[in-house]
């Protein structure tokens, strides 16, 4: 199900897409439902920009069309920052792909946490702390 996709290293031109998605993502997680707009945004920004610097992202789009991102995963091998893929296309496996891209199995490590993460991936691990490291 994941032929016609391939994983590419980041590009500048990624910046704000993944940023977008990384926040709007976040921001849908329960422990942030009630923080207010501004003050989430304004403390999160920072903090993102920090980890995508220490952890460059991997972007996952279609196989002719590079610009054309479906997802995209920032961590390392111990690590997983932010895993994300865009809604029309979960289901196929692209997660699975990205994750082995960077080396992840078994139990993950991770320090952003969104509703998505529970439902997901059981043997995940929420440490938050981790992040800025």
């Known amino acids: 199900m994941t032929d016609g996709y391939r994983i590419r290293d980041f590009v500048e031109s990624d910046r704000n897409f993944i940023l977008s998605t990384w926040l709007r993502a976040f921001r849908e997680a329960p422990q942030n439902r009630y923080v207010p707009t501004d003050i989430f945004y304004d403390r999160m920004q920072p903090i993102v920009w920090r980890v995508m610097s220490r952890h460059r992202p991997r972007i996952m789009c279609i196989a002719d069309e590079p610009n054309h991102i479906v997802g995209w995963i920032c961590g390392t091998q111990d690590l997983l ?33 969104t509703a998505h993460a529970e439902q997901y991936a059981p043997s995940w691990r929420y440490r938050p702390s981790l992040g800025e490291r």
């Not at 029309?88 to 960077?102: F, I, K, P, T, V």
Request: some cysteine; hydrophobic content about 40%.
């Open 81 to 113: 920052a932010f895993l994300y893929v865009k809604r029309h296309s979960r289901g196929c496996g692209l997660a699975g792909r990205l994750l082995e891209d960077l080396g992840l199995n078994g139990i993950i490590r991770c320090t952003f946490w």
